[in-house]
DNA sequence: TCCTCACACTTTACATGTAACATGCGCTCA
DNA sequence: TGAGCGCATGTTACATGTAAAGTGTGAGGA
């Protein structure tokens, strides 16, 4: 491997985004949990800019929301959220898998595949976890192989942003073995180069899993969310979130 | 009107992101122009705090674009970039068509048919700036319509990049005219609630706006852009920007 | 003439100071 | 007892300080 290649040290808000993006992703930080910039800098160890420009940056990928004056907190994401974005997955999905399968290289398809046959095991098993990792991976698949940067960016986030509503989304064993099948009639249109097939497929595919949400939401009555609206309370959720940044510094 | 609506004070960084936006959408600050902070904050007479937050919106909205530690410039954008974001706006705008043919409000359809007769003049007498703008409010109402706000911040985000692509789109008098006969069946559609003709009506429209300026750009030789890679110049481009902004405070 | 290197200058990235603002709570008074 | 005021507390938003990094320039040498 070239060691050579041009070196541009971490930047600290790099690091403090990346950290705070997988919190919130593992549920550490879960929906509603509170982003204050001067908590998060005295646990993290580093002073308030970075902190304040990487919780920005979170807001502007949707992980997050910003009112007013009144801090930032993990975003809260229902229903109607939900089949937002679902929606817009499909229009920009739809047109990746499309893109696909006019020209994948042999390698994405193979990658593709594997993911395919992978996700066998855990659609029967009803290892749920394990499937939607999977799923997740199938889709990224498709969104970078299309070709168009921009729009695999918007669907990362999209998905990222899905992960903030896994309790929303279906998780029965007819659900995850529809879900595989769907797959693999998407993973046929494109190793049959048929992009209007390809297309359709992926389209209903996001369009069943967003109405099995649906279903599955308004069986199970949800309740709104938790307590939030009473203004942002000053509760600090979690109190570990690990120790100090690679670059410490607290002169 | 309503006097008692809830007041919340503009933020500097508010009033500094849309002056910025307006600067670069306007041309005042071109593609490639340097985005100092410091040089930023002397010009619009605030600190440095606001305005480096105000540029890290604009390049999360794609106006601008950071290299690391070497700064912030306006984005540049390129045939690539161009046939990149037309992809993306024909995926989410198709959508957006399909669903505004479904459920559209008779006040909004009536100000897109207003907005389409309005197009007749300039696209016939080729005033292009005139027939752009009415473009632009087409589309907008189009996604605006369509009850995603997810979709309508992303296509107004596409449409603004491609305002600064306006030297590569196609501007002669047949495109003019092919586009607002485009518009029409857009229309047609919509008002005939046919989300299928709507949604394929727009693609097609979309797809033919990208190839054309395509064409014109194969055709023209349009060279790669200005001098821009040797490192970002300390060069400062225009030195207006206008005085300061409302909440003036240079203590 | 052309390349190299050191220096001066500017900016970025991070740190810190601080006024205005928002929230929760206890206290007062009806 | 209950509504409302004021205070204590903590945060946001903006301002400013500063080390390190990046860039352009010009002197000096080949």
């Known amino acids: 491997m070239n060691l ?5 040290s971490v930047r600290v808000v790099d690091a403090v985004r990346e950290r705070l993006r997988q919190a919130i992703l593992v549920g550490e930080l879960p929906p509603g949990a509170r982003l204050s910039v001067p908590d998060l800098a005295r646990r993290l160890g580093v002073s308030r800019s970075p902190i304040r420009e990487a919780v920005l940056q979170l807001v502007s990928e949707g992980l997050a929301v910003e009112h007013s004056r009144r801090g930032v907190e993990v975003a809260r994401i229902d229903l109607s959220d939900l089949l ?3 929606a817009l997955r499909a229009a920009l999905e ?3 898998a499309r893109l696909c399968a006019e020209s994948m290289s042999a390698a994405d398809l193979t990658a593709l595949r594997g993911v395919l046959d992978a996700q066998g095991a855990p659609a029967v098993s009803r290892d749920v976890a394990r499937y ?6 199938f889709h990224q698949i498709i969104v970078q192989s299309c070709g168009n940067l921009r729009l695999a960016k918007s669907a990362e986030q999209l998905a990222a942003e899905l992960r903030l509503a896994q309790r929303l989304l279906a998780d029965s064993a007819e659900h995850l ?5 769907e797959h693999r009639r998407i993973v046929a249109a494109l190793i049959a180069h048929a992009p209007e097939e390809a297309e359709s497929a992926m389209r209903d595919h996001l369009a069943r899993v967003a109405s099995a949400a649906q279903a599955k939401v308004s069986a199970e009555g949800h309740p709104p969310s938790g307590p939030e609206p009473p ?9 570990t979130l690990s120790a100090d940044l690679p670059t410490g510094g607290t002169p």
């Open 84 to 86: 937002e974005i679902y």
């Open 231 to 239: 203004g942002l309370s000053h509760s600090g959720l979690p109190t």
């Open 177 to 181: 073995r529809a879900s595989h099948t």
């Open 4 to 8: 050579l290649q041009p070196l541009h």
């Open 94 to 96: 739809g047109v990746a």
């Open 132 to 137: 939607r990792e999977l799923d997740q991976r």
